[in-house]
């Protein structure tokens, strides 16, 4: 890991001695699980399971914060059965599925989703006969319940296609009174309202935290880091990582310590898992 200024080195040392009451909010895509040109086969680090269960010990939570469906990132990252461990150890695993409207956790096993927003039926009619005069017919879109992404990844020029679509799919979303989101070669249209910040302030009022790292890779997660940032302001020992990647770095100026994307994200959670064991000797 490489810490961005020695503030990020004091405020890592912060939280190792915080860590029992504090929460890891980790996104899913980017940050446990590699870009993949197909999101349904984007599973998780092999090494992702084990690491969390040992954190577990250390820490008061450890939460996954994504754009995916609750029940997608639990299939593919086998959470069900790492969120056992877990609870075996006397912690819990949470996971918030489309920025926060959906919601499992270890301890409560039924995932609460809201139904759909009202417009996707009328955007996903209009999408595409858009994609068709944007030359981005071929784009994969993916329906996720409460959402639509538009994937860009397996087209010829992924860059110009999404740049093609983005003024015309942010257009179509405004008239549905919907929101857009752009990630690495995707805009998500979903619901406003909700974010990812919000997912942090739930878990940390509940929580009672004195603490809070969020690990993230990409614009949707910013919500995520202006969140944490209110809680370092209010005295919580916070970090902010960044799985940094080759293709943009939208979280580099906000973060205290980068990474080279999932093995780099999991190197530090061991480290902070040792660090953390240390102080409580």
């Not at 577990?56 to 299939?75: E, H, K, M, S």
């Not at 942010?170 to 752009?182: F, G, H, I, S």
């Amino acid at each position: 890991m490489e810490f961005i200024s020695a503030a990020g080195e004091e405020r890592y040392a912060a939280l190792v001695r915080a860590a029992h009451e504090s929460v890891i909010g980790l996104d899913f895509d980017g940050t446990l699980s590699p870009i993949v040109d197909d999101p349904s086969q984007a599973h998780i680090h092999p090494e992702a399971g084990e690491v969390l269960v040992d954190l577990a010990d250390q820490v008061a939570a450890v939460a996954i914060i994504t754009g995916r469906p609750a029940r997608q990132a639990l299939a593919l990252g086998g959470l069900d059965e790492v969120g056992d461990a877990i609870a075996a150890r006397g912690s819990q695993l949470h996971v918030f599925g489309q920025y926060g409207n959906e919601r499992w956790s270890s301890a409560h096993r039924r995932v609460n989703s809201p139904r759909p927003p009202h417009g996707l039926g009328s955007f996903l009619l209009g999408l595409p006969s858009l994609l068709r005069r944007a030359d981005a017919f071929d784009a994969f879109v993916e329906e996720k319940g409460l959402a639509v992404a538009v994937h860009t990844r397996r087209l010829a020029d992924p860059k110009a296609a999404f740049d093609r679509l983005l003024a015309p799919i942010t257009e179509l979303a405004r008239k549905n009174d919907l929101t857009v989101e752009p990630g690495r070669s995707v805009i998500e249209v979903r619901a406003p309202g909700t974010h990812k910040g919000d997912a942090v302030h739930t878990l940390a009022d509940e929580l009672g935290t004195r603490g809070f790292l969020f690990a993230g890779d990409d614009l949707g997660d910013l919500e995520a880091f202006t969140a944490v940032d209110e809680l370092r302001r209010d005295g919580q020992a916070t970090l902010l990582v960044c799985s940094s990647s080759d293709e943009h770095d939208a979280l580099l100026s906000r973060a205290d310590v980068t990474v080279e994307g999932p093995a780099g994200v999991l190197d530090l959670l061991r480290q902070l898992t040792l660090d953390a064991a240390a102080t409580r000797l």
